[in-house]
């Protein structure tokens, strides 16, 4: 029996990376994309999500906003994501050239 199904462990168990759909999810709606916080403090995590489909992370300072690919300082969650989506396109397209 994994400790996952051990009743002895009560309900500490709980999903740690909630999906999106997830009534207990911690969500920032941003228009095209949803994010939804992972783990930390300062900096919170969040996943970000484009429809169903997960594109990487973002991070949450006292003031910006980072992604995990390039790194820079967005004044907001929305620049971040959306840099994270093209940087995450521009990858796509350069493996279907690659291939």
């Not at 999810?25 to 994309?33: K, N, Q, R, S, T």
Request: one cysteine or more; hydrophobic letters at 40%.
């Amino acid at each position: 029996m994994s400790f996952i199904q051990d009743p002895n462990w009560g309900d500490c168990c709980e999903p740690i990376l909630l999906p999106p759909t997830h009534p207990n999810a911690e969500l920032v709606e941003i228009p095209g994309y949803t994010l939804v916080y992972c783990s930390g403090a300062c900096p919170k995590i969040y996943r970000v999500y484009k429809g169903e489909s997960m594109l990487g992370l973002v991070f949450q300072h006292l003031t910006h906003w980072t992604n995990e690919v390039n790194e820079k300082q967005y004044a907001k969650p929305l620049n971040a994501a959306v840099a994270l989506d093209d940087s995450a396109a521009s990858m796509a397209e350069d493996k279907t050239i690659a291939a």
